[in-house]
């Protein structure tokens, strides 16, 4: 009698196993190492809200916040590069390693302001370079907005580009962005983002560069409170997924679906992005010992004219699209 019932009940399991499995949701994770509430994050939930509702529920994101699946954004492109992980949001830079097609968007001073950046970014140039990355086993989802790049450090006010001679400045693990740093005059050192706030603290490093938003939320600007808003580069994120893990999971129907949903939450980050740059630039000031400097137009051309090695070190193999970047500006 027990053994029958045992038989009865194991029979059961393996008829509604299966049935339970194929009715389930398809499952993806995105990772990001921003907290909750800030603009990218809150671009993912919605983008998430958005795939759920449009797939009746069929296709489930969870957004894995706050650096949970990494700390560095170069470890989390590989794992998303090889079917690790279905998906993450990341800078620009860190995927130029990858894709060095897109370095052309990590160049400094390359972008007259946020307006001209998304019409490019939206245009045909946006468009063909989130479908480049698909020769590298990644689908380019969309880009997000992360404003202008400064430099920020313990030591001293920079007012000129010469000020920055010698100061340990992390960067992200990026060749662009180590050469680009290196040539401003300090000594870049690349280290993942979510260690910078230790090592600005411990005096591992000085300094590092961000923008306002990244300055605040990490809390860099309790360890360095020297910022200059020399605005160097300005380097859209981006969303990536997993070729391996998409064509495995997901039909064309579903991956047209996740990217549709994925370019319908960008406006909506500008806006959530430019609310937090205020919030950011008011909390930093409110604790009044914060010396944030704004370039005088001299200082500002020193500024630019200090970069211009690295021009000739990548302006000619990316020389045919800066040329269209700039003329669609
Ligand atoms: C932020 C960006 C992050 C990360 C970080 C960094 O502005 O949103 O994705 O790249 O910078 O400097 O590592």
Redesign the pocket.
């Known amino acids: 009698m027990k053994k029958l019932s045992i038989i009865i009940i194991g029979l059961a399991f393996l008829l509604v196993l299966p049935l339970g499995a194929a009715a389930g949701p398809i499952k993806l994770t995105v990772a990001e ?2 907290p909750k509430d800030y603009p ?1 994050t809150q671009g993912l939930f919605k983008f998430a809200e958005l795939v759920k509702q449009r797939s009746g529920g069929k296709i489930v994101i969870d957004v894995k916040y706050g650096g949970q699946l990494g700390k560095g ?1 170069k470890k989390v492109v590989e794992q998303v590069q090889i079917g690790a992980l279905d998906m993450a949001r ?2 620009v ?2 995927v130029t390693e990858f894709v060095p097609a897109l370095e052309a968007f990590g160049l400094p001073y390359m972008w007259k302001s946020q307006e001209s950046m998304w019409k490019v970014l939206n245009g045909e140039i946006g468009k063909r370079l989130l479908k480049a990355v698909e020769k590298y086993r990644f689908y380019g989802l969309n880009y997000y907005e ?1 404003g202008a ?1 400064s430099f920020y450090n313990s030591k001293r006010e920079i007012k000129a580009v010469g000020d920055l001679k010698g100061l340990k400045i992390r960067v ?1 693990k990026s060749q662009l962005m180590l050469d680009l740093v290196n040539t401003m005059g300090a000594n870049a050192t690349p280290i993942a ?1 979510g260690e910078v706030y230790d090592a600005i603290s411990k005096g591992v490093i000085e300094g ?1 560069e ?2 306002w938003p ?1 300055y605040e939320s990490t809390g860099h600007y309790e360890v360095a409170k020297y910022y200059t808003l020399d605005t160097h580069t300005r380097v859209p ?1 981006i969303t990536v997924a997993s070729r391996i893990a998409f064509d495995k999971k997901l039909t064309k129907d579903q991956i047209a679906l996740v990217k549709k949903a994925a370019l319908d939450t960008q406006d909506y980050v500008i806006k959530k992005w430019n609310e937090r740059v205020q919030a950011s630039k008011k909390k930093v000031m409110a604790r009044g010992k914060n010396i944030i400097t704004e370039l005088t137009p001299e200082a500002r051309e020193g500024f630019v004219k200090s970069v211009q090695p690295l021009y000739d070190k990548y302006g000619e193999k990316h020389k045919a699209i800066i040329k269209e970047i700039r003329a669609a500006q």
């Open positions: 190492v921003h990218t954004e990341i800078s830079s860190p992360a790049r992200q983002f590092a961000n923008n990244s994120e």
